[in-house]
């Protein structure tokens, strides 16, 4: 897209009134390829572009967005947003990101676009490679499926501060779900990957065999006693343990007073051995980018520094609202103002692979999939439905199914122990995290 329509845009508000603005553009395009038992199932291409503008009025201020850029269009979207915009509440807080906060070019390369675009036939074969391995797995009577996919994706801003930044990014993946079965029932399970480059992609023949493995080590599945017991979550399922002290730490919840973390700011929240980093800037990473949503300059930070948590996630807005200073975090959608959001989170490993971690456990419960988490925000009680093995003697026993464990995230955080077994799989990676002694409901 022309960058002078948002340059247009942007004084075309300032023009008509409005004190400040911002102008932004995403375009997308997918394709994405499934198949079934070796045949074509699905395929489905997609192209959208989309326009958001956002307008102050002194203390207001207003979002609007579409998908049309014509000269028509975006009159009508810029007369909406100034209509808005004077009908709209007093914000105290809002507004643009100060201008010395703002990221200056140029950009860091951070290796995020491929420009190379498959074909539908190249991801129908990775799809079927990945299925076909799947079911050549002993114990494998069923397929979900297989797919391969692609899109790429920009984001152009201007705003009438000066800032224009722009990012591109592709990425590519490969998925497989596998169906296994016997006297006493079916399991599934599934493996993928996505990258921003091709090239890093595991063969699908690899995804395909994890996914029949996966499914096959579930069967006879059993209930267990409720109990207390030393819980692992493996590696691809730990993060979900980390999320809730994103929103806990993140500006807003902050700032309403609505979260169990609202005390802690530099104090020990975990254990000494973890350290938890967000990386805007890690090449090829998949939650990467060179500034962030209001175009405020991005860095490296360790939000949990060996247990201390040392920071909020703030926007412009909840800094204000905190007498602080944005951290470079916000994130948001063309159709209304910035929150707060991670890019590359990660909690650094430790010195105990897997099997270190269920020798120094002797017993317990290995976590692999979790369903309906539950949390009180302001008090931080959790609970979550998981799945995976038990395990004796520093060795899987069993898989179990139907449980639940549970805790409070203050306590469980500070018993956290980190792995050494750690991949990057997405924007939230993790090793597999130890802890020791939680309350578990099973029948």
Known sequence: MDKNLLHDLVRGALKAGADAAEAVV???????????????????????????????????????????????????????????????????????????????????DLQLYDPSEPTPETLEAQALAAEDAARAVKGVTNSDGGSGAWSTAQYFMVTSDGFVGRHQASSFSVYASAIAGDDNGMERGGDGRSTRWQSDLPSPAAIGAE???????????????????????EDRVAGSLISPLIGAIAGP????????????????????????????????????????????????????????????????????QLGLQSTG?????????????????????????????????????????????????????WSIGVSGF?????????????????????DVYGRVIAGSDLEYRGSRNSPSLLVDGLPIAGR
Do not use: C
């Open 211 to 233: 996914a029949g493995k996966r499914a096959v080590q579930r069967l006879g599945a059993r209930k267990i006693d409720s109990q207390t017991a030393a819980v692992i979550f």
């Open 26 to 108: 995403g375009e997308r395009q997918s394709l994405s390829v499934g198949v079934r038992l070796g045949e074509l199932e699905e395929v489905e291409r997609e192209e959208a572009r989309d326009l958001g503008l956002r307008v102050f009025i002194g203390q207001r201020q207003a979002t609007v967005s579409g998908s049309d850029i014509s000269k028509e269009a975006r009159d009508k979207l810029l007369d909406r947003a100034m209509n808005m915009a004077r009908l709209a509440p007093e914000e105290p807080y809002t507004g643009l990101a100060p201008k010395e906060l703002l990221a200056k070019g140029p950009f860091p």
């Open 329 to 381: 975090h916000a994130s948001r959608g063309l159709a209304g103002p910035p929150g707060v959001g991670t890019t590359n989170l990660t909690v650094q490993p430790g010195e105990r692979d897997l099997a270190g971690l269920m020798a120094d456990a002797g017993k317990g419960l290995l976590v692999t999939s979790l369903f309906g988490p539950s949390l009180n925000g302001n008090t931080g009680d």
């Open 253 to 320: 919840a902050i700032a309403r007073g609505a979260s169990f973390l609202k005390t802690k700011l530099g104090q020990q929240v975990f254990g000494p051995g973890i350290t938890l980093l967000d990386e805007p800037h890690r090449v090829r990473g998949l939650g990467s980018q060179p500034f962030d949503d209001e175009g405020v300059a991005n860095r490296d930070t360790a939000i949990i520094d060996k247990g201390v948590l040392t920071t909020w996630l703030l926007n412009s807005a909840s800094a204000r």
């Open 390 to 410: 038990w395990f004796e003697n520093g060795e899987l026993a069993y898989p179990v199914a139907e449980i639940t464990v549970a805790g409070n995230l203050i």
